[in-house]
């Protein structure tokens, strides 16, 4: 299910608000390894992080007094799906085209107008190749927020991530902290029931890609899962 676009300029206000009372925060930028800038040629290579938010720590603890419905959302194989996640981000920054030795030059990438010749070759890199013409890479973070403090961790990570997954609950909240219009939000509605609408329509509000994944029984539906993080990641890219 993608999100239906509704956009709401005051709830996109009420993001960048939050965003502005922690400038040195959102200031920050992140750090791009050397040897990565090398390999595609000096141009600035983006780097998306997709955050995991986790509750395995939080149900472990609270194993006796969660109710009912908090149960059935407990997975035992959230380990399973973050390996899964990990070897499906490696592939997809592997199938950039910088990393094949190929792709276009430093100067092509800064000016918007290519000539005929780099448009050749570029079209002819994708066809031998099936390679990805765009510098950037995905990393993947895992965060237990009852772990994590608020200021600075949680913030650091929530104001830089590009993409959101977690099972349906409070934390896909957090998608408030993503720069409005640019991020991704992939929630798991594992045992969640119909009608919970609820980040659906929080995403919409604020303009994100939304996608949710549909998952029943003891364990998270780790084929779903992949599917829909390739989806938002070829999207937001």
Request: glycine letters at 8%.
């Amino acid at each position: 299910m993608s999100t239906l676009m509704y956009r709401s300029s005051i709830v996109i206000g009420a993001s960048q608000w939050l965003r502005s009372l922690f400038p040195e925060i959102t200031a920050l930028k992140r750090e791009i390894p050397t040897d990565l800038q090398t390999q595609v040629q000096g141009v600035p290579l983006k780097t998306y992080a997709v955050l995991w938010i986790s509750r395995r720590n939080y149900e472990k603890i609270h194993k006796n007094r969660l109710n009912s419905w908090q149960a059935t959302r407990v997975a035992s194989n959230e380990d399973e799906l973050i390996l899964a996640l990990s070897k499906e981000i490696l592939d997809w920054n592997n199938n950039a085209c910088f990393r094949r030795g190929g792709g276009r030059s430093a100067a092509s990438f800064k000016n918007s107008k290519r000539t005929l010749q780099e448009e050749k070759q570029q079209r002819y890199l994708q066809q031998q190749n099936g390679c990805r013409d765009k510098a950037v890479v995905f990393e993947l973070q895992v965060m237990e927020l009852s772990d994590t403090a608020f200021y600075p961790d949680q913030l650091i990570k929530l104001t830089r991530m590009r993409i959101l997954m977690g099972v349906h609950g409070a934390g896909m909240s957090n998608m408030i902290w993503m720069t409005p219009e640019q991020g991704g939000v992939v929630e798991v509605m594992h045992n969640a029931g119909g009608g919970n609408l609820h980040y659906a329509n929080m995403a919409g509000l604020l303009n994100h890609t939304y996608v949710a994944v549909e998952s029943g029984g003891p364990t998270l539906n780790i084929v779903n899962c992949v599917n829909a993080l390739k989806e938002v990641m070829d999207t937001v890219s």
